[in-house]
């Protein structure tokens, strides 16, 4: 969607449908005042004064002020008390509001950027977080609606400000937020998207027109190369698939200049059924969301070639279809993977950090500066963080303070897991050089163990089994997939320095 700026006094449009936030504690002073419209500044004390609209976060109200101000409708907003507000204020508040303009079938939306006046925040943060929020919170996934009745109505996005002073400033924050918002919605498509409309041969060609549309370099693995690489564990995984796998490598910029090169990787299991050890019925749907992370590495490279930073970047999707069949890999099995270490399957579930062993041996080669992995890797880290934080584990304390900055600005919260000896010790194999599973506690961890054996240094593993998809609507983010990964990649290279 066209996103336009316009400087001028909130509310001063005639007949549109504005969006307005307050804080909890704020009066609308008497007077004029530079920022807002004079007559609907004097009407919005008046609705304040009835004391109906509190201010609290997320609360909405919709006003028709019939000639006594400008606008035809405003969307009021709360924005909660001023000491907590932060960044993910701005969007809830901005993705809220843009929810109820939806559901009242706006055509034409204007907002103000949220945040503006408090201390602390940058203009450009604000304008950012506000278009993010905006643009989030109108996603909707109807590829397969037939009726059209979910899709949203807006056809124009206008974003006020009040002074020309902050215009450069804030045209760079909305910018950035069209662009990480594009990549999020990408990946809340990719990773909605059915199990049989998506199997790894479509993910890779979704992969390649992005790639091409967007002045990547994109190369694609197909099974006889995938086998020529000696990816045994990839191989291993998708056997019981009629579907062919597939290794996708995505590319930014070039590692010349002394340039730091980064690798993202995201596991890309476009269903997983369990395979042999297969899973229960209930609620088995949802693993059409297994590639999550892939979804979150094709959405950040999408960004990132948007927002040209200086460095080099190489994502990289193992993807494959967990199926059981007669061909099917078999618990017992012992696999090869790229690397030359051999792995004892004993349930062929934990099939994410099989696929990854691969992809992780295959990024050494970019001798990278940091390697992080994204996965909907363990039903563990769920029950251990539940749906506000991504698992986060890897081999380094510097890298890994990167990763929970850039999450914590850009609203995707992860949190640290530790790679104890003792879950090594768990996935020690009789037969092996090690196996996939390491026993009923601590499965988040044993995961991480597992994937630091196929790890160079430094690496960071997300795991978002707990944040890639929601069963209930959130303030920016509907039912279904979030895109989580997208925005916290594209902080942590906006912010990289060698
Ligand atoms: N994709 C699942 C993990 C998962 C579970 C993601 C729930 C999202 C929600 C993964 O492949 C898996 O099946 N993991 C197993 C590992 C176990 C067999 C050691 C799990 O977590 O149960
Ligand atoms: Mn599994
Ligand atoms: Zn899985």
Redesign the pocket.
């Known amino acids: 969607m066209q996103i336009d700026l316009k400087i001028g006094r909130i509310g001063s449009e005639i007949d549109t449908t504005v969006i307005i936030g307050l804080f909890k504690e704020d009066r609308l002073e008497e007077g004029d005042s530079p920022v807002m419209e004079s007559a609907l500044r004097r009407y919005l004390r008046e609705i304040q004064a009835m004391g109906d609209f509190k201010g609290d976060g997320g609360e909405v109200a919709v006003l028709y002020p019939r000639g006594l101000a400008p606008p035809g409708r405003v969307i009021l907003v709360g924005l909660g008390k001023r000491d907590t507000f932060d960044l993910e204020s701005v969007r809830r508040a901005s993705g809220a509001a843009v929810k109820k303009a939806i559901k009242l079938g706006v055509t034409e939306l204007s907002s103000a950027i949220h945040g503006l006046d408090v201390q602390g925040l940058l203009p450009e943060d604000c304008a950012q977080a506000t278009v993010e929020g905006l643009l989030l919170g109108a996603y909707s996934y109807d590829d397969f609606k037939t009726d059209g009745a979910d899709g949203s109505s807006l056809e124009s996005l206008t974003v006020l400000i009040p002074r020309r002073a902050q215009s450069r400033d804030i045209r760079a924050g909305i910018e950035a937020g069209r662009i990480t918002a594009a990549g999020t919605n990408l990946a809340r498509d990719l990773s909605n998207a059915p199990g049989n409309a998506l199997p790894p041969r479509k993910l890779a060609a979704a992969a390649r027109k992005m790639a091409a549309q967007n002045g990547l370099k994109c190369r694609i693995l197909t099974r006889k190369h995938i086998e020529k690489e000696r990816m045994g564990a990839l191989i291993a995984v998708n056997a019981g698939s009629e579907e062919p796998p597939r290794f996708i490598v995505l590319e930014y910029g070039e590692p010349s200049d002394g340039r730091d090169t980064l690798v993202f990787i995201g596991k890309g299991?476009t269903f997983?059924s369990?395979g042999i050890?297969i899973?229960p019925s209930g609620g088995m749907e949802?693993?059409k969301?297994?590639m999550s992370g892939a979804a979150a590495v094709i959405g950040a490279m999408r960004a990132i070639s948007a927002l040209k930073p200086a460095v080099h970047v190489v994502g990289l999707v193992p993807a494959a279809e967990?199926m059981p069949d007669g061909r099917a890999l078999k618990p017992g099995d012992v696999i090869t993977t790229l690397s030359g270490k051999t792995i004892e399957v004993i349930?062929t579930?934990?099939?994410?950090r099989l696929v990854l062993a691969d992809a992780l041996g295959f990024a050494e080669r970019y001798n990278p500066a940091a390697v992080i992995d994204l996965a909907?890797?363990?039903?563990?880290c769920?029950v251990a963080l539940g749906h506000a934080a991504s698992g986060m584990m890897g081999n380094d304390e510097a890298l890994q303070d990167r990763v929970r900055a850039a999450g914590e600005v850009a609203g995707e919260r992860v949190w640290p897991l530790p790679l104890w000896k003792e879950y090594h010790d768990q996935i020690k194999s009789h037969v092996a050089d090690v196996k996939n599973?390491g026993g009923r506690w601590g499965?988040a961890l044993t995961?991480g163990a597992f994937l630091e054996k196929f790890a160079g240094r430094p690496w960071v593993h997300l795991d978002i089994?707990?944040t890639?998809y929601t069963d209930t609507a959130r303030p920016y983010c509907p039912k279904g997939a979030t895109g989580v990964g997208v925005r916290l990649l594209v902080q942590l290279v906006k912010d990289w320095k060698p």
């Open positions: 299991i997983d369990g050890s899973k949802e693993m969301h297994d967990n349930n579930d934990a099939e994410g909907t890797l363990t039903g563990a769920v599973t499965g995961a089994a707990g890639a």
